[in-house]
């Protein structure tokens, strides 16, 4: 038996479908166009020419219990390949080669074309906080090189 009488729902439930299958549209846009701070100053060590470059914003985030900021790092300069280990953390020193071996976190890994590393953070990101990036090569050579950390990524 067909209504007389068209309740509210009835009359808005086809609207409230077409948003639902709108917003799909919306998310596929934005994780197309994604948005992301600008590369730091790029910095040589050894034959390696790289620049860092955070993923996005936020604060260190905990992954594994351990506190991470996820980095895409860019080789401007030498064969990726010459080397054995490369780290990221942020602190106000570079952890020694033993620390990172315990665990995979702050590990280099990636492609000719970039790399990516979850470097070790504190909680909360301060001044006194830098950058490190520690690369050995296969002939044992050690690389470490340092950036200061921008004020938007420094916790007040």
Do not use: C
């Amino acid at each position: 038996m067909a209504r007389l009488n068209a309740t509210w729902w009835q009359r808005k439930k086809y609207l409230l479908h077409a948003i639902v299958l709108a917003l799909p549209v919306w998310f596929i846009y934005q994780s197309l166009n994604p948005q992301f701070p600008a590369l730091w100053q790029e910095q040589q060590a050894g034959e390696f020419k790289i620049a860092p470059m955070p993923l996005n914003e936020d604060a260190p985030y905990s992954h594994h219990n351990e506190y991470v900021k996820d980095f895409f790092i860019a080789f401007n300069q030498g064969d990726i390949s010459n080397i054995r280990q490369a780290y990221l953390n942020i602190g106000e020193a570079p952890l020694p080669l033993t620390e990172f071996a315990k665990d995979e976190e702050g590990l280099m890994h990636g492609t000719a074309h970039g790399q990516h590393a979850h470097a070790i953070a504190p909680k909360a990101i301060s001044a006194d906080d830098k950058l490190w990036v520690t690369i050995q090569t296969w002939q044992g050579q050690l690389h470490t090189l340092q950036w200061d950390i921008p004020n938007q990524f420094i916790s007040q």
